[in-house]
């Protein structure tokens, strides 16, 4: 399968590096390049791509608020943040309006290129222990302390899903979290896929930041 990457940065010579490498590989295609948010959701629009490198500082519409209608407007389409922390709080911002990881702007190229690979096959990129720390660390735009936020969809889980759900938040991987509820490690992967899908989510990381905004988890 060849992996349609679109490009969106407002830097013309990192456009071009990333393409350079893009174009080296066999199972990748760049399919266009966006200099702000706003030509980045028209080409996306367009071409429908598999993947999305998005920088969230570029003039005129962000890459925060391109993230937000990608997302919501191209459905099988997955976007990367490319940010220069791995706390910033622009990567924060990225990953609750619908991306599926971020990516340091200085990573090797063979870093990108799994990423890219990563995100393409349906999995993500940042670690649930990485996105923990973001969430904890910007706690201050998360709702306030008290019960669980109401969202229609939590009547979808059932309980153990539940459980599984909030060992997921805690940044517990498919086999720690089937050491502590003893369950086999491919039914806690069956749940999990329930999970996202009862949700509506597109991953792991997206279900750690519903799980911290229905307060069903609370930061440290």
Do not use: W
């Not at 013309?12 to 966006?34: C, K, S």
């Not at 391109?66 to 997955?78: G, L, M, P, S, Y």
């Not at 599926?100 to 670690?127: H, M, Q, T």
């Not at 940044?171 to 009862?198: D, P, Q, Y």
Request: net charge negative.
């Amino acid at each position: 399968m060849t992996i349609r990457v679109l490009l969106a940065d407002d830097e013309p010579l990192l456009r071009m590096a990333f393409t350079m490498v893009l174009e080296a590989q066999p199972d990748m295609e760049p399919v266009g390049e966006a200099g702000d948010g706003a030509e980045a959701v028209r080409l996306a629009r367009q071409s429908n791509p598999d993947v999305v490198l998005m920088d969230v500082r570029m003039p005129g519409t962000d890459g925060i608020e391109a993230t937000a209608r990608i997302t919501r407007d191209c459905r099988q389409t997955r976007v990367l943040i490319l940010t220069t922390f791995d706390l910033d709080e622009h990567a924060f911002a990225g990953l609750k309006s619908g991306a599926s990881g971020f990516l340091l702007k200085n990573a090797l190229p063979e870093e990108l290129l799994a990423a890219i690979r990563s995100v393409a096959a349906g999995d993500a990129v940042v670690s649930p222990r990485i996105t923990r720390r973001l969430l904890e660390n910007f706690a201050h735009q998360l709702p306030a302390d008290g019960g669980t936020v109401e969202d229609d969809r939590l009547e979808r889980l059932t309980a153990r899903e539940r459980e599984v759900l909030i060992e997921v938040a805690r940044g517990l991987s498919n086999a720690e979290i089937a050491a502590a509820l003893h369950l086999a490690e491919a039914t806690v992967k069956t749940h999990l896929n329930r999970i996202l899908t009862k949700l509506e989510l597109r991953d792991r990381v997206q279900a750690v930041v519903f799980a911290y905004e229905t307060r069903l988890i609370h930061p440290e």
